[in-house]
């Protein structure tokens, strides 16, 4: 099965308000975790990574929070815009220089 | 953007027949990687390849073989199409320095009927 998992596949946000979309992971083990967005029609694109040993990184806009203890990614979006409407994927690095990613969450934005 | 371009960008083929889909990168970097996208699945990695002439299995590898005889080119061979491995195929690359950081060509719609 998948190592890493997202809890929630749909997320309807109103704009301007902020955005929280969780991740769940199971290899300890993993040396970085990563959030990955996809616009409709084109490839994944990085937006943030955070270390093992880290428990927050801001980036613009977004942040991320890592919970090693229970195992726990999020990213926070602030002030959401129409343009972050996206499929937003977590994944985990498997220190084999590859990547395994969760199953992705949709995030709408309303007008 | 980063220089990959994947071709061709859409195709329909029938069972049973051979398909090669190509990546092709202007970055010069080490890493380069085909994943499958459907839904309810996210990405999930077919091969990879670590440099020239070096590559390896991802996760969903059966039925898929890859070659990379240079560092800008990366190409996917479906030796015998089925109608499970409809989809859309992505390839990325990355630099060794920071690997979890891969950048994704703009995808190729597959359909076998």
């Known amino acids: 099965g998948e190592s890493v998992g997202l809890h929630l596949p749909t997320l309807s946000v109103q704009e301007g308000d902020n955005s929280i979309i969780n991740c769940a992971y199971s290899?300890?083990?993993?040396?970085?975790f990563i959030w990955y967005k996809q616009e409709s029609g084109k490839g994944p694109q990085f937006i943030i990574d955070?270390?093992?040993?880290?428990d927050k990184r801001q980036g613009q806009r977004v942040t991320v929070l890592l919970n090693k203890t229970v195992k726990h990614l999020s990213l926070q979006i602030a002030a959401t815009q129409p343009g972050d409407s996206a499929v937003y994927f977590c994944?985990?690095?498997?220190?084999?220089?590859?990547?395994?990613f969760g199953a992705g969450t949709t995030v709408t934005v309303r007008a | 953007d980063a220089g990959i371009t994947q071709s061709p960008r859409h195709k329909v083929t029938e069972t049973g027949t051979p398909v090669t889909l190509r990546c092709h990168q202007t970055?010069?970097?080490?890493?380069m990687y085909w994943y499958r996208q459907d839904p309810g699945h996210g990405l999930r990695l077919i091969h990879y390849?670590?440099?020239?002439?070096?590559?390896d299995k991802g996760e969903v590898s059966d039925g898929y073989s890859v070659s990379r005889s240079k560092t800008e080119d990366f190409l996917l061979t479906l030796e015998s199409a089925t109608s499970s491995q409809t989809s859309v195929y992505f390839c990325?690359?990355?630099?060794?320095?920071?690997?979890?950081?891969?950048?994704f060509g703009p995808g190729t719609r597959l359909t076998v009927t």
């Open positions: 990325a690359i990355s630099e060794g320095g920071a690997v979890y950081e891969q950048y």
């Open positions: 290899n300890s083990a993993s040396d970085y």
């Open positions: 955070i270390r093992s040993n880290m």
């Open positions: 994944a985990e690095d498997d220190n084999d220089y590859k990547l395994s």
């Open positions: 970055e010069n970097h080490r890493y």
């Open positions: 390849s670590y440099g020239v002439k070096d590559t």
